[in-house]
């Protein structure tokens, strides 16, 4: 337990503590009210957390950087993810994504989705009953999302366990964590995507992992860009981690949102064809599965009276 709560005498924010993962959101007010621009001194970090400030750093790359990645923590890989882009990099492999990412393609999975969703929860009827209760985590939303993103990518059955167990590994933080475990599971991953990509460089198949290999994007000055089979090792690092870590904290997220407001899913219940894309945004915005978002200082900057020192 904290020795004390926000805004009392001795108070230490610890962004990895128990009770903060469990409901950050009194932390978030106390920050916002009275610590809008909030020093972490043990681990050095400054922490944003009105609107404004945070649409601020996200949309000034020049200042607020994402070259140190999107963790509180340094990543010394981030220039190899797409996250860890500032302009114009970013923009050219953006594009680049895009065009393997059509409209097209991502509808393409929701016939999959919507009968891979239904099988998992046939399994757990046949397993807990009408009346029975299921884990909702372990049962359902680690398995839809790990099967969409592995299907999406033509990633192998025999590998989709594997590279479910080293995200799980990978995106652990806790207080004073040794985080060479969290290291080598990324190592591992990278690893993974990358004999596959250099698979798809011999032998294509009609998956975005064998398509973006075939991109090209000729940026501003007239230079023609390529990816090679690490940077495409990286990108579906990254997708591979987003598909199905950040979705398999979402739809939990929504279920005890739905479970503390019963008017509201009743509403979602009554027609949920009609509601079910604004019922997302209200989820991703209430309760984000992910609350952190890391920026470097590429200069000092001033706010709400307070310096940030350039790092």
Known sequence: ?????????GYVFDPYAPEFAENPYPTYQWMRDEAPVY???????WMLTRYE??????????????SAGPMIERMPHASKLLIGKDNPEHGVAKRMMTKVFSRDRMGSLAGFIREKAAAILEECYDKHGADGEFDVVSEFTVQLPLAVISEFLGIPEDR???????????????????LSKQNEARMKLWQIYHQITQERRKEPKDDPISLLLAVEETDENGVVHRVSDEDVAHRFLEMGFAGHETVAKA????????QRFPEQRAKVAANPAAVSHKLTQEILRFDPPSQLQGRLTMREVTLHGVTIPAD
Do not use: K, W
């Open 53 to 66: 400030d945070v649409c601020q750093a996200h949309n000034d790359p020049i200042v607020f950087s994402s």
């Open 39 to 45: 020093h972490q001194p043990q681990m050095n970090f």
């Open 251 to 258: 739809i939990p997220n929504a279920a005890m949102a739905l």
């Open 1 to 9: 337990m904290p020795s004390a709560a926000p805004g009392q005498e």
């Open 160 to 178: 989709r366990q594997e590279i479910h167990d080293l995200s799980n590994i990978y995106v652990v933080r806790e207080t004073g964590a040794d």
